[in-house]
């Protein structure tokens, strides 16, 4: 028998409505026998999450502030579920247990942490399934820094121990005092895909509120198509760029052990989904697999004659960001001028101090800087492949009267990065999209 991973998140975990799908999912397939739970999430557009009410219990107590009424709703939540499907769990002594934590003067991490950690108790006990802690599982170095490999081998030799299990996502704990810490954005994302390396699983599913992932963002583009199958560097570019997809740290265990994630949605388990894997598969048929961007950027262009005879030129224009703790997103470059594409949040109140390093460091002949620049990414393995894609997106662009500050192909050439200014991102977008699908 084979091995899937899931992963449910917090709208799939968010009621007894949403448990009773879980189950179902889970009873369709014996191969699903890992599953890794998100916290409670939203049941409508007002309800609060459990991890923002955990958040809150905490900096309540902080500040002396009565918190317990709070934490009550907290409860409620959970003993609602309880008693809708008639889980048979005792709640009551892990709600003391938090409580006097709290009180005690816990930290942060230890009280948002509960929220996946009765999540996993509850649903393991509807499932049958054992309940398994990652708090001495996933490893955290005494710098909040994941320890991969000690991880792996931690959860390899627990799971031997078990036929079918659920794991709170969201948490460990630190090596040497076995605390506990939390992951970053995504972080139950990144505990199924630890699972699933772990288990040698041969998919990983997350399971979500969407049916895969989209070639473009619905709030800008009208029904975008689903992305049926996207490679792992596929879904980086995109990532990158802003798209609402896995965070890298979620991707990176599974790409290294080569399993293929599955996004998948929990309220039409029928949907395909996307299927994300290493290996690119080439159609012919099919150029572009998805569009992202973000904005504002600052594009800070450097002109001098005979730049490309002068050694360490553009060395030294890095240094001076790296004085300064600032990072660039590229830098497209010409015979006689490169240009730095700086997030503009990463200069905030220091692109004066920048203009004048690079006038004292350079000496350049001129600068030029343009600011409130967007930059779109246009991804897909059939890029390379494909003759007059460039001219595709340039046409489109200038049909829609929008003017390209920038353009540029990855060294990849699975991407081509255009800038223009952030007034044109939601056009420039629906332009090129409506170029490609023909």
């Known amino acids: 028998m084979g091995i899937k991973t899931l992963k449910f998140g ?43 009410l955990l958040f809150l219990c905490k900096a309540q107590a902080d500040h002396n502030i009565p918190w317990e009424q709070l934490f009550q709703v907290v409860a409620d939540r959970y003993l609602g579920i309880k008693r809708t499907l008639d889980i048979d769990v005792d709640l009551k002594s892990r709600f003391e247990e938090i409580k006097s934590n709290l009180a005690a003067g816990c930290s942060q991490d230890y009280i948002v942490s509960r929220g996946e950690y009765l999540s996993a108790i ?54 040497d005092s076995g605390e506990i810490c939390l992951l970053s954005r995504g972080g139950s994302d990144v505990t199924g895909s630890l699972v699933a390396r772990a288990a040698g699983a041969d998919i990983y599913e997350n399971w979500t509120d969407v049916s895969g992932l989209l070639m473009a963002d619905p709030r800008i583009v009208k029904n975008p198509k689903p992305i049926e199958h996207i490679s792992y560097m596929e879904l980086r570019e995109l990532s990158y760029m802003g798209a609402g997809v896995l965070h890298e740290e979620a991707v990176f265990p599974c790409r290294k052990a080569n399993i293929p994630i599955n996004i998948r949605n929990t309220n039409a388990p029928e949907d395909p989904g996307t299927i994300i894997t290493t290996e690119s598969t080439y159609d012919s048929e099919k150029v572009l697999s998805g569009i992202a961007g973000k904005h504002p950027f600052t594009v800070i262009t450097l002109h001098k004659s005979m730049m490309n005879n002068e050694i360490g030129f553009v060395r030294r224009a890095l240094g001076v960001l790296e004085d300064l703790r600032i990072s660039f997103d590229h830098i497209p470059t010409g015979i006689d001028s490169f240009s730095l594409v700086i997030e503009s949040s990463e200069l905030e109140d220091q692109i004066d101090e920048v203009l004048s390093a690079f006038e004292h460091r350079l000496h350049p002949d001129s600068i030029t800087v343009f600011e409130d620049i967007a930059l779109i990414a246009v991804v897909g393995m059939g890029l390379s492949r494909t003759v007059g894609v460039a001219s595709v997106i340039t046409t489109a662009l200038a049909d829609a009267g929008i003017n390209i ?34």
């Open 405 to 438: 500050r920038l353009l540029n192909q990855g060294a990849s050439e699975i991407n081509v990065i255009l800038g223009v200014e952030s007034k044109d991102f939601n056009r420039a977008i629906c332009a090129i999209y409506d170029a490609f699908d023909k």
């Open 122 to 175: 509850l649903v393991a006990a509807y499932l049958g399934f054992d309940f398994v802690d990652t708090q001495n599982l996933i490893l955290f170095d005494n710098k909040g820094r994941l320890l991969p490999e000690e991880t792996n081998e931690a959860l390899s030799e627990e799971l031997k121990k078990h036929e079918r299990a659920v794991f709170p996502g969201f948490y460990g704990g630190y090596r």
């Open 10 to 52: 917090g709208s799939s975990v968010a009621d007894g409505i949403q448990l009773n799908k879980i189950r179902n999912i889970i009873s369709a397939d014996p191969e699903r026998r890992y599953i890794v739970v998100s916290a409670p999430g939203k049941r409508f557009e007002k309800d609060n999450k459990i991890t923002d």
